[in-house]
């Protein structure tokens, strides 16, 4: 099964493709006879919660008979790893990256345990960003030089990079083109703070068949931009979406 990194939030009617194909993935992955069990972490309490769910939750169901199981993740509060247990699939939404890491570090095993045994996982924005083995969380200067607008930095000052889910082995920026942050992830190559890095456009997903897979597949409208650490120097690929 497959894990999805999408350069943004939910867009089910601009870019329904990532939705249709991790749904197909869940279903063939339960096989007949029974839904689909789906955890769908989102960082988010109050008022506003249920409305934040329903922008991952109601895309799936309207593809494929499934349980929701919410994983809602507050501040200071780290999801339980047994939340991920007995599920088939995972989705992991959007919002402040910083938050999503602190949710979701201590699950980091179960998670791996669960896709690495071929549950299919979706990760939009920040869900995409903590999937990586070594995870940007945020920042936008590097030595005290500013490498992305401030606005992208999350909260943080300087470009900050922690162990995450380990579902990519490359580190993961997105909104790339759309906020500009393909700078720092750039600058964080070419720093040596990562070996490698993937920068995904809005309304674009990377598509790696197995976590730890170094290929993978472009989906959407954008671009992925691949920078790697080649002889001292930041190089960058550009794949569009095939």
Do not use: K
Request: net charge negative; hydrophobic share 45%.
């Amino acid at each position: 099964m497959s894990i999805y990194l999408a350069g943004a939030g939910p867009d089910p009617a601009g870019f329904p493709d990532v939705f249709d194909r991790f749904a197909a993935d869940a279903s063939r992955r339960i096989g007949p006879g029974r839904p689909a069990r789906i955890a769908v972490a989102v960082h988010g309490t109050g008022a506003g919660a249920p409305d934040l769910l329903a922008a991952y939750t109601q895309p799936l169901q309207a593809r494929i008979t499934c349980e929701i199981a919410p994983v809602l993740l507050e501040a200071g509060v780290p999801a339980d790893p047994a939340m991920f247990d007995r599920v088939d699939a995972l989705v992991v939404g959007g919002g402040l990256t910083p938050a999503y890491w602190s949710g979701l570090h201590q699950a980091g095993p179960a998670i791996r345990r669960l896709v690495t045994a071929g549950a299919p996982y979706l990760g939009f924005s920040a869900g995409a960003m903590v999937a990586a083995e070594r995870a940007l969380i945020g920042g936008y200067r590097i030595n005290g030089v500013e490498v992305c607008g401030e606005e992208c930095s999350e909260g943080l000052d300087a470009v900050d990079l922690r162990d995450g889910l380990g579902l990519a082995p490359f580190a993961v920026d997105v909104h790339a083109a759309q906020a500009g942050t393909l700078s720092r992830a750039v600058g964080a190559v070419a720093a040596r703070l990562v070996e490698r890095a993937v920068a995904i456009d809005d309304g674009t997903a990377l598509v790696l068949e197995a976590a730890g897979g170094q290929d993978y597949d472009v989906v959407g409208r954008g671009n992925c931009w691949d920078i790697r650490n080649q002889s001292g120097a930041a190089v960058v690929s550009v794949l569009p979406a095939g």
